[in-house]
């Protein structure tokens, strides 16, 4: 019932930024949280980022000091803001959002994932 679109990913050197943006739309009684995960072959999709609709943030320790997760509730949107980037944070970026709908007369809380956008960084 949301529909998450990604975008923002790209080929940047090591010690760049990118900034992507997730926008989610759809139907849903309420967000709770939407976040970032990031995903390489061979590997599981690990957090990066999470944020609360009232704004409270936390950080996989690999990328803390470094990336910064924000969000914009009107535009029902969610920003990853990734500087210094390595070679190492190359992946496949994943938006994730965790929602409350309403099944008939039964809240139910869900997650739903965006399709990814991949994040090469050279050295």
């Known amino acids: 019932q949301v529909h998450l679109v990604e975008s923002g990913g790209g080929l940047v050197q090591a010690g760049g930024s990118l900034r992507l943006s997730c926008a989610a739309s759809?139907?849903?009684?309420?967000?709770?949280?939407m976040g970032w995960y990031r995903q390489t072959p061979g590997k599981t999709r690990d957090l990066v980022a999470t944020i609360t609709s009232d704004g409270t943030a936390t950080y996989a320790d690999s990328v803390k000091g470094r990336f910064i997760i924000s969000g914009d509730n009107a535009k029902n949107t969610v920003y990853l803001q990734m500087n210094s980037l390595r070679p190492d944070d190359t992946a496949v970026y994943y938006c994730n959002v965790d929602y409350t709908v309403r099944n008939g007369i039964v809240l139910s809380r869900t997650t739903d994932w965006g399709e990814g956008t991949l994040v090469t960084v050279s050295s």
């Open positions: 759809g139907i849903w009684s309420v967000i709770n949280v």
